[in-house]
């Protein structure tokens, strides 16, 4: 039986997202038996990109709709997916995705007044990264933010901001500018005035703009003695949020 059998909602993306994975299985077990490549510009490399492509859609409905952790299928869709995805990775990937999409859409229907609100930064961005601490740190600040905790949000959004820009700074080679004389790396607000005056970095005008701008919203919340966040103090840092980190994760070449 089909994944659409399976799901009381055969339209909904969550039942889309399994028949996606599905198909790429079987796609991979074909192109197996015929002995052809599935990176190869041939008939199931083809098929495989297009799930891809399907699979990227169907997930961005899904996250909007559900609420709670998505990273976790996010990493999935990673796994199943991709060309190079040996045979048993695949075969569990898929087996976890099933269950992850189910379990995640059944909370999602559980919870339908609140559906949506995780959606603080994409988690298939950070997915994309391959790094499972950053992964980790993302489903964190998007669960802090689907739970209404704005300040654990805002403070784990510091956190990922400083950790990618570590990130960028060391795969530029210039890791040395970051470091005190005891050899650690600088605190963020250290950080920040560093990446805005980086010339090999040539941050955007927005990315610019919004650093300074999380670095507050961060600060405030971790160390603010009597600062509460509002719920407009998240949606205004949203999207600098997004402007900034996927700009930072291009120059650490993790996208």
Same mark, same amino acid.
């Given at each position: ?5 399976? +799901?009381?909602?055969? *339209?909904?993306?969550? +039942? ?7 198909? /790429? ?8 038996? *015929? ?9 199931? =490399? ?24 998505? $990273? /976790? ?10 060309? @190079? $995805? ?22 999602? +229907? /559980? @919870?339908?007044?609140?559906? =949506? ?14 790094? =499972?601490?950053? +992964? ?34 060391? *795969? ?45 919203? =961060?600060?405030?919340?971790? *160390? ?32």
């Amino acid at each position: 039986m089909t994944a659409r059998g399976r +799901s009381n909602d055969p *339209h909904s993306p969550a +039942s889309l997202l399994e028949e996606l994975a599905k198909q /790429a299985l079987d796609t991979a077990k074909t192109a197996r038996r *015929h002995r052809r490549s599935l990176s190869g510009d041939n008939f199931y =490399g083809n098929k495989l990109a297009n799930l891809r492509l399907d699979a990227a859609s169907a997930f961005g409905e899904f996250s909007e709709q559900s609420t709670g952790d998505t $990273t /976790a299928v996010a990493e999935l869709i990673e796994t199943v997916f991709p060309s @190079s $995805t040996p045979k048993d990775d695949l075969l569990r990937a898929f087996r976890e995705l099933s269950f992850s999409v189910r379990k995640t859409w059944r909370k999602a +229907s /559980a @919870s339908s007044a609140t559906a =949506g609100t995780d959606s603080f930064f994409p988690a298939t961005i950070l997915a994309q990264a391959r790094r =499972g601490y950053i +992964s980790a740190i993302g489903r964190q600040m998007n669960g802090c933010c689907a739970s209404g905790w704005r300040d654990a949000c805002a403070v784990m959004m510091r956190r990922l901001l400083e950790i990618v820009l570590i990130e960028a700074f060391e *795969h530029k080679g210039v890791a040395n500018k970051i470091k005190d004389p005891n050899d650690n790396y600088v605190q963020l607000s250290q950080l920040v005035g560093f990446a805005l005056a980086e010339p090999s970095f040539a941050l955007s005008r927005n990315a610019k703009q919004a650093l300074p701008k999380l670095r507050d919203a =961060g600060h405030l919340s971790a *160390h603010g003695r009597h600062f509460l966040a509002a719920p407009e103090d998240i949606d205004r840092v949203q999207k600098d949020c997004r402007v900034v980190l996927e700009e930072l994760l291009h120059l650490a070449e993790l996208l």
